[in-house]
């Protein structure tokens, strides 16, 4: 299908893509187009403009700040996935980035728009919310920062208001002795995640965790937080028995769906694979 007529618009400056979303109804921001520009073939969207604001400079880096590493919201996924700082401080968004679609995706998606599109099966976000990011959100009355457990609202939604445009991640610099690690579960390589968990952890002396930080995808409207694993896990020993008992209690507040990829049942039990699994991948990145 072809999308229904829509004008198009390419500012080259922040406070231009500001006032036309703010003038403009019914308008869009367009980033890699990945998701949106399918969902408009698809006529499930039908925006009678877009802002495309990847003209817009500046706002694809990857660099460190005084206490957090800061991303520009159009920092495409291979940007990412091969950065080495990232690499070095938090695998987790490697192990996340590596896993989207397919390369041509990960060459033109960006991180800000895998967030604002909200899709609770998708990888960033998932490991964005165990990584408590900050997103930092443009207006044209100025700036807001707000926390992933507030970003992301429900299904295919955030706190982001029509006028405002995601410029920024940051990512708080982890204590001396933290691992992450993300895994998702789907069927074939590509494909979305049937559940993927998020892990951030922090050790304290004789394998004690003194602080963990759990996220489920897929299994609700949005990315989760297995809180009940969280506190199980919080200044015991980390072994094969706490991580395992932590891992059941992690289907707690988890709502996954049953679809053609997955039932219900399946999903509820592959959390508690896949938290077991990523805990011990997160904790043996410790450093
Ligand atoms: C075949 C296929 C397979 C895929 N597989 C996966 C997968 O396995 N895992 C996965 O996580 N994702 C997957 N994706 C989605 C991909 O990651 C997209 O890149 C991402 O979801 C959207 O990023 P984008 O830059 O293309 O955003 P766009 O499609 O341009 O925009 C998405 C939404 O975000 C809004 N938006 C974008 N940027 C901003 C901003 N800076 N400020 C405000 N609003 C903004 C847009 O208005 C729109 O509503 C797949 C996509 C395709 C087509």
Redesign the pocket.
Known sequence: MTPKKFDYYAPTSINEALQLLEEKEES????????????MKLRL?A?AALVD?TKLQG?SYIKEEKGYLAIG??T??DLIEHDEIIASKFPILVD?AT????QQ??N????????????P?????TALTALNASFV?RGRNGERIVPATDFFVDLFMTS?GHD????EIRLSNLPPMSGTAYI?H?RRE????IVSTGVVCTMGQQNVCKDVKIALGAVGPKPLRATASEEYLKGKTLDEKTIAEAAEKGVEGADPPSDIHGSREYRLDMIKVFIRRTTKLALSRVK
């Open positions: 869009k921001v367009l980033a890699g187009g990945q998701s949106l520009l399918a969902l969207a925006p604001i706002l919201a159009l495409v996924h996340a896993k989207i679609g397919d995706i990960r033109r998606g960006t991180i800000g728009g895998s967030a604002c599109h909200a899709d099966a998708a990888d960033l976000p959100l982001i405002e445009i995601l410029t998702k789907s590509g494909d979305f995640a």
